[in-house]
């Protein structure tokens, strides 16, 4: 990490209010493609790591039976708060939280996680600890936006910061997924620089047949 857990929080606390309204074709695209895979059904827990300004939570809550939404960012936390209020939605709850350390409620078994935009503020090891962690809650499915390389980024072109962002190839976190037990079941290439994984924990027969 390029930046501690204090300085990023600092930084998204200055910006959280015009936050939605500064983002990218290809985050709103990321965005999209992860409710659409995360795909909960009624009775599921959803756990949103990074949830930032809630823009996934509000969206899986409709579908979801509980949605936990995780950020180090109190600036950004108010803003999903004052958003679900808003909605009258009753079964999303933000809270301070980081990849390693998600405070999940104790009565929350995570059937799904998702992140987007938020991982590759972390150094490969560090992926690697959170995937390894996120693991250990069991959930079924883990789906994953983010910048990411397909190939040999642009260098006059990046899709990130290089001062504060550290993103890591694909082929590294399907290689941390599959490492913490997980299958990848869909990759989805948005931009050079931004993809989706979508990680499961399948049965060893079913995970035989599977050709992403």
Do not use: W
Not at 4 to 10: I, M, T
Not at 30 to 46: E, I
Not at 83 to 88: L, M, Y
Not at 96 to 108: H, I
């Amino acid at each position: 990490m390029k930046r501690s857990l204090d300085e990023h929080a600092a930084r998204f606390d200055e910006v959280a209010d015009d936050y939605d309204e500064d983002q990218s074709a290809e985050y709103r695209a990321c965005a999209g493609l992860v409710v659409d895979h995360a795909d909960p059904s009624s009775d599921d827990v959803v756990l949103d790591l990074g949830t930032g300004t809630g823009a996934i939570a509000l969206a899986l809550a409709p579908d979801a039976g509980r949605v936990v939404g995780r950020d180090i960012s109190e600036g950004m936390l108010d803003q999903a708060r004052s958003k679900a209020d808003a909605e009258g939605l009753d079964n999303v709850e933000f809270g301070e939280g980081r990849f390693r350390e998600p405070n999940v409620p104790d009565d929350a078994d995570v059937d799904v996680v998702v992140s987007n935009f938020a991982m590759h503020h972390l150094s490969d090891a560090e992926k690697r600890d959170a995937i390894d962690g996120i693991a250990a809650l069991e959930p079924q499915r883990f789906v994953l936006g983010d910048v990411m390389f397909f190939g040999e980024p642009d260098p006059e072109e990046p899709f990130y910061t290089p001062e504060v962002d550290d993103p890591s190839t694909v082929g590294l976190l399907a290689d941390a997924l599959t490492d913490a037990g997980f299958t990848l079941t869909a990759v989805e290439r948005v931009h050079d620089q931004v993809g989706v994984l979508v990680a499961e924990r399948v049965p060893v027969a079913e995970a035989a047949e599977i050709d992403p």
